[in-house]
Protein backbone atom coordinates (compact mmCIF):
# COMPACT_ATOMS: atom_id res chain seq x y z
CA UNK A 1 0.00 0.00 0.00
CA UNK A 2 1.47 3.37 -1.36
CA UNK A 3 0.08 5.94 0.38
CA UNK A 4 2.35 8.97 -1.41
CA UNK A 5 3.29 12.36 0.86
CA UNK A 6 0.92 12.21 3.41
CA UNK A 7 2.73 15.68 4.88
CA UNK A 8 4.24 18.55 3.95
CA UNK A 9 6.53 20.78 5.67
CA UNK A 10 7.32 24.43 4.16
CA UNK A 11 9.92 26.36 6.00
CA UNK A 12 10.20 29.96 6.55
CA UNK A 13 12.65 31.94 8.47
CA UNK A 14 14.93 30.77 11.24
CA UNK A 15 13.35 31.61 14.63
CA UNK A 16 9.79 31.68 13.40
CA UNK A 17 7.23 32.64 16.36
CA UNK A 18 4.14 31.20 14.88
CA UNK A 19 3.77 28.01 13.32
CA UNK A 20 0.61 27.39 11.23
CA UNK A 21 -1.05 23.75 10.48
CA UNK A 22 -3.81 22.98 8.05
CA UNK A 23 -4.29 19.34 8.58
CA UNK A 24 -7.23 19.13 5.68
CA UNK A 25 -5.32 20.51 2.59
CA UNK A 26 -5.54 17.67 0.46
CA UNK A 27 -8.48 15.89 -1.53
CA UNK A 28 -5.91 13.26 -2.50
CA UNK A 29 -6.54 9.58 -2.53
CA UNK A 30 -4.24 7.23 -2.90
CA UNK A 31 -3.80 5.67 -6.14
CA UNK A 32 -4.84 1.94 -4.18
CA UNK A 33 -7.85 3.20 -2.46
CA UNK A 34 -9.19 4.61 -5.96
CA UNK A 35 -12.41 6.03 -6.12
CA UNK A 36 -12.94 5.38 -2.71
CA UNK A 37 -17.11 4.43 -3.85
CA UNK A 38 -17.17 8.41 -4.10
CA UNK A 39 -18.75 10.33 -6.93
CA UNK A 40 -16.01 12.81 -8.61
CA UNK A 41 -18.55 15.79 -7.39
CA UNK A 42 -17.99 13.80 -3.80
CA UNK A 43 -14.49 13.74 -3.92
CA UNK A 44 -14.16 17.35 -4.69
CA UNK A 45 -16.72 18.41 -2.04
CA UNK A 46 -15.96 19.63 1.68
CA UNK A 47 -16.66 16.39 2.80
CA UNK A 48 -12.77 15.36 1.12
CA UNK A 49 -11.33 18.42 2.70
CA UNK A 50 -11.33 22.18 3.61
CA UNK A 51 -11.09 23.89 0.27
CA UNK A 52 -9.48 26.88 0.39
CA UNK A 53 -7.85 26.63 3.13
CA UNK A 54 -4.51 25.88 2.56
CA UNK A 55 -4.46 28.72 0.13
CA UNK A 56 -5.25 31.13 2.80
CA UNK A 57 -2.78 29.43 5.21
CA UNK A 58 0.55 29.47 2.59
CA UNK A 59 -0.61 33.56 1.86
CA UNK A 60 -0.52 33.73 6.24
CA UNK A 61 2.81 31.85 6.41
CA UNK A 62 4.35 33.84 3.72
CA UNK A 63 2.93 36.89 5.27
CA UNK A 64 4.73 35.99 8.74
CA UNK A 65 7.79 34.01 7.78
CA UNK A 66 6.40 30.71 9.65
CA UNK A 67 6.64 27.21 9.10
CA UNK A 68 3.22 25.57 7.92
CA UNK A 69 2.36 21.83 8.29
CA UNK A 70 -0.25 20.53 6.36
CA UNK A 71 -1.70 17.45 4.94
CA UNK A 72 -1.12 15.44 1.82
CA UNK A 73 -4.07 13.15 1.63
CA UNK A 74 -7.84 13.20 2.06
CA UNK A 75 -9.24 13.56 5.61
CA UNK A 76 -11.75 10.68 4.02
CA UNK A 77 -9.00 8.19 4.14
CA UNK A 78 -7.83 9.54 7.86
CA UNK A 79 -8.30 12.84 9.44
CA UNK A 80 -5.48 14.14 11.12
CA UNK A 81 -7.24 15.95 13.36
CA UNK A 82 -8.73 13.01 15.06
CA UNK A 83 -7.01 10.53 17.24
CA UNK A 84 -7.27 6.61 16.23
CA UNK A 85 -9.92 5.66 18.47
CA UNK A 86 -12.42 8.92 16.63
CA UNK A 87 -15.26 7.62 14.58
CA UNK A 88 -14.71 10.81 12.56
CA UNK A 89 -10.86 9.74 12.19
CA UNK A 90 -11.63 7.09 9.01
CA UNK A 91 -15.43 8.15 8.92
CA UNK A 92 -18.30 5.48 7.65
CA UNK A 93 -20.29 8.66 6.72
CA UNK A 94 -19.98 12.19 6.37
CA UNK A 95 -22.85 14.31 5.76
CA UNK A 96 -25.33 13.17 3.58
CA UNK A 97 -22.38 10.15 2.38
CA UNK A 98 -21.91 7.00 3.09
CA UNK A 99 -17.68 6.14 2.26
CA UNK A 100 -17.82 3.02 0.98
CA UNK A 101 -14.11 2.07 1.07
CA UNK A 102 -14.10 3.14 4.80
CA UNK A 103 -17.32 0.52 5.53
CA UNK A 104 -16.47 -2.62 7.00
CA UNK A 105 -12.62 -2.20 7.51
CA UNK A 106 -10.45 -5.06 8.68
CA UNK A 107 -8.29 -3.97 11.56
CA UNK A 108 -5.06 -4.49 9.96
CA UNK A 109 -6.47 -1.81 7.25
CA UNK A 110 -7.38 0.64 9.75
CA UNK A 111 -3.48 -0.01 11.24
CA UNK A 112 -1.91 1.14 8.16
CA UNK A 113 -3.63 3.91 7.69
CA UNK A 114 -2.67 5.37 11.25
CA UNK A 115 0.73 4.11 10.72
CA UNK A 116 1.00 5.36 7.26
CA UNK A 117 -0.88 8.64 7.60
CA UNK A 118 -1.82 10.23 10.85
CA UNK A 119 1.55 8.89 12.94
CA UNK A 120 4.00 10.69 10.43
CA UNK A 121 2.06 13.83 10.30
CA UNK A 122 1.88 14.22 14.03
CA UNK A 123 5.95 13.48 13.98
CA UNK A 124 6.40 15.76 11.12
CA UNK A 125 4.77 18.80 13.60
CA UNK A 126 6.01 17.24 16.57
CA UNK A 127 9.92 17.65 15.34
CA UNK A 128 9.07 20.82 13.83
CA UNK A 129 7.97 22.90 17.04
CA UNK A 130 10.84 20.87 18.79
CA UNK A 131 12.93 22.44 16.10
CA UNK A 132 11.77 25.76 16.96
CA UNK A 133 11.62 25.69 20.25
CA UNK A 134 13.02 28.76 21.25
CA UNK A 135 11.41 30.95 19.28
CA UNK A 136 7.83 29.49 18.92
CA UNK A 137 5.16 30.96 20.90
CA UNK A 138 1.83 29.92 18.93
CA UNK A 139 -0.01 27.60 16.58
CA UNK A 140 -2.26 28.58 14.59
CA UNK A 141 -4.46 25.73 12.68
CA UNK A 142 -6.29 27.08 9.37
CA UNK A 143 -9.88 25.29 8.77
CA UNK A 144 -12.94 25.96 6.12
CA UNK A 145 -16.54 25.06 6.25
CA UNK A 146 -19.22 24.90 4.26
CA UNK A 147 -22.15 27.51 3.80
CA UNK A 148 -25.15 25.11 4.19
CA UNK A 149 -25.11 21.72 6.51
CA UNK A 150 -27.46 19.11 5.73
CA UNK A 151 -29.91 22.39 4.68
CA UNK A 152 -29.38 24.53 7.19
CA UNK A 153 -27.39 27.67 6.21
CA UNK A 154 -24.88 28.77 8.26
CA UNK A 155 -24.38 32.55 9.66
CA UNK A 156 -21.16 32.80 10.67
CA UNK A 157 -18.63 33.62 8.55
CA UNK A 158 -15.04 33.35 10.63
CA UNK A 159 -15.24 30.78 13.89
CA UNK A 160 -12.68 31.46 16.45
CA UNK A 161 -12.32 28.06 18.07
CA UNK A 162 -10.36 26.70 21.73
CA UNK A 163 -9.40 23.68 22.77
CA UNK A 164 -8.58 23.04 26.79
CA UNK A 165 -6.43 26.61 26.37
CA UNK A 166 -8.71 29.26 25.87
CA UNK A 167 -6.05 32.51 26.20
CA UNK A 168 -5.48 33.28 22.64
CA UNK A 169 -9.07 32.34 21.06
CA UNK A 170 -10.67 34.64 23.73
CA UNK A 171 -8.30 37.32 23.14
CA UNK A 172 -9.00 37.34 19.64
CA UNK A 173 -12.38 37.67 20.23
CA UNK A 174 -11.60 40.56 22.85
CA UNK A 175 -9.88 42.12 20.02
CA UNK A 176 -12.89 42.07 17.96
CA UNK A 177 -11.11 41.88 14.60
CA UNK A 178 -11.05 45.85 14.14
CA UNK A 179 -12.37 46.95 10.68
CA UNK A 180 -13.25 43.05 9.90
CA UNK A 181 -16.23 42.66 7.70
CA UNK A 182 -17.42 39.32 8.58
CA UNK A 183 -19.49 37.91 10.88
CA UNK A 184 -17.38 35.92 13.74
CA UNK A 185 -18.01 34.20 16.73
CA UNK A 186 -16.41 31.59 19.62
CA UNK A 187 -16.47 27.82 18.96
CA UNK A 188 -19.06 28.09 15.40
CA UNK A 189 -19.86 26.39 13.42
CA UNK A 190 -17.53 23.47 15.65
CA UNK A 191 -16.25 23.25 19.57
CA UNK A 192 -14.12 21.19 20.93
CA UNK A 193 -17.57 19.33 22.04
CA UNK A 194 -17.19 18.48 18.81
CA UNK A 195 -13.52 16.57 18.65
CA UNK A 196 -12.00 19.36 16.91
CA UNK A 197 -9.26 20.21 18.94
CA UNK A 198 -7.22 17.25 18.77
CA UNK A 199 -3.96 18.86 17.19
CA UNK A 200 -4.20 21.89 19.62
CA UNK A 201 -4.74 19.88 22.40
CA UNK A 202 -1.83 17.54 21.52
CA UNK A 203 0.69 19.46 19.65
CA UNK A 204 0.84 22.67 21.29
CA UNK A 205 -0.40 21.98 24.78
CA UNK A 206 2.49 19.57 25.44
CA UNK A 207 4.56 22.36 23.73
CA UNK A 208 3.35 25.16 26.31
CA UNK A 209 2.69 27.27 23.17
CA UNK A 210 -0.69 29.41 22.83
CA UNK A 211 -2.94 27.95 20.04
CA UNK A 212 -6.10 28.49 18.16
CA UNK A 213 -7.98 27.10 15.12
CA UNK A 214 -9.58 29.13 12.75
CA UNK A 215 -12.72 27.99 10.64
CA UNK A 216 -13.39 30.03 7.41
CA UNK A 217 -16.77 30.18 5.85
CA UNK A 218 -15.59 28.38 2.26
CA UNK A 219 -17.16 30.49 0.57
CA UNK A 220 -15.25 33.34 1.18
CA UNK A 221 -12.23 31.54 -0.13
CA UNK A 222 -13.20 30.70 -3.36
CA UNK A 223 -10.82 32.65 -5.49
CA UNK A 224 -7.26 33.76 -5.38
CA UNK A 225 -8.42 37.01 -4.69
CA UNK A 226 -10.52 36.29 -1.78
CA UNK A 227 -7.67 33.94 -0.19
CA UNK A 228 -5.40 37.09 0.19
CA UNK A 229 -7.76 39.16 1.51
CA UNK A 230 -8.51 36.62 4.32
CA UNK A 231 -4.86 36.64 4.75
CA UNK A 232 -4.23 40.18 5.13
CA UNK A 233 -7.32 40.38 7.47
CA UNK A 234 -5.99 37.63 9.64
CA UNK A 235 -2.52 38.36 9.81
CA UNK A 236 -2.32 41.35 11.43
CA UNK A 237 -5.18 40.55 13.41
CA UNK A 238 -3.66 37.51 15.01
CA UNK A 239 -0.02 39.68 15.06
CA UNK A 240 -1.70 42.38 16.97
CA UNK A 241 -3.80 39.89 19.65
CA UNK A 242 0.47 38.01 20.04
CA UNK A 243 2.10 41.35 20.69
CA UNK A 244 -0.57 41.51 23.63
CA UNK A 245 1.02 38.61 24.84
CA UNK A 246 4.32 39.36 24.51
CA UNK A 247 4.13 42.35 26.22
CA UNK A 248 2.24 40.77 29.02
CA UNK A 249 5.05 38.54 29.51
CA UNK A 250 8.05 40.98 29.53
CA UNK A 251 5.86 43.20 31.99
Known amino acids: MDFGKVVHTDLAGNAPVVVLVCEHASNRIPAFLGDMGLSAEARESHIAWDPGALAVAQ ?65 ALSDLIDQHSASLRLMVTIHSFTPIYLGQKRQVELGILHGVDNQFATAMMADEAIGSPFIIRLNE ?60 ASA
Not at 228 to 246: H, K, T, Y
Open 59 to 123: AMAKRMSAPLVHGGVSRLVYDCNRPPEAAGAMPIRSEDYEIPANINMSPEQRVARIENVYQPFCA
Open 189 to 248: PYSAADGVAHTLDTQALPHRLLNVMIEIRNDLIRTPKQQAEMADCLVPWIARVLSGFQEG
